[in-house]
C-alpha cells in the first residue's frame, strides 16, 4: 500500500512504524527509500522505544517541518514508551474541529497491523 500521495510539502506522521531504521537491514532499507522518494526525515528519539526489546521502533518522519522528539519515561499500559513531539510553527492558525486525515491513519493502521498478525 503507497501512501505518497497523502504526503505533502509541509507534514508530519508520527507513530509506531515496527522498523529500527538501525537494525532492520532490508525492512529499514525500503522504509527510507520510501522516505527519500516522499522528501521525508527521520525524527528518532534518543532512547529505545520498545519496552520488550533494544529498539526503536516509534518515530516520526517530516517535510518542511522541524520536530523535536523524545520518549516519555512515566510508566504506560503499553509495552512502548509514549513519544512527547514538540512542533514549531512559524504561524498561529484558528483551527476547529479535526485535523485527523481518517483515510491516511487508516492506511497507516493497515501498513503497520502486519507485524501485529504475526
Not at 518515530?59 to 523524545?70: D, M, R, T
Request: proline share 3%.
Amino acid at each position: 500500500m503507497d501512501l505518497s500521495s497523502f504526503v505533502t510539502n509541509r507534514c508530519t506522521t508520527t507513530g509506531d512504524f515496527n522498523i529500527d531504521i538501525e537494525k532492520d537491514g532490508e525492512k529499514a532499507e525500503r522504509l527510507l527509500e520510501w522516505m527519500d522518494s516522499c522528501c521525508l526525515g527521520p525524527f528518532i528519539p534518543d532512547s529505545n522505544t520498545s519496552l520488550r526489546s533494544d529498539r526503536t521502533i516509534d518515530y516520526a518522519l517530516a517535510a518542511g517541518v522541524n520536530i523535536s522528539i523524545q520518549t516519555c519515561e512515566d510508566d504506560t499500559c503499553s509495552d512502548h514508551k509514549p513519544l512527547l513531539v514538540g512542533i514549531a510553527c512559524d504561524t498561529v492558525l484558528k483551527l476547529e474541529g479535526s485535523r485527523i486525515t481518517w483515510s491516511v491513519f487508516s492506511l497507516i493502521l493497515a501498513f503497520t497491523s502486519e507485524f501485529w498478525e504475526q
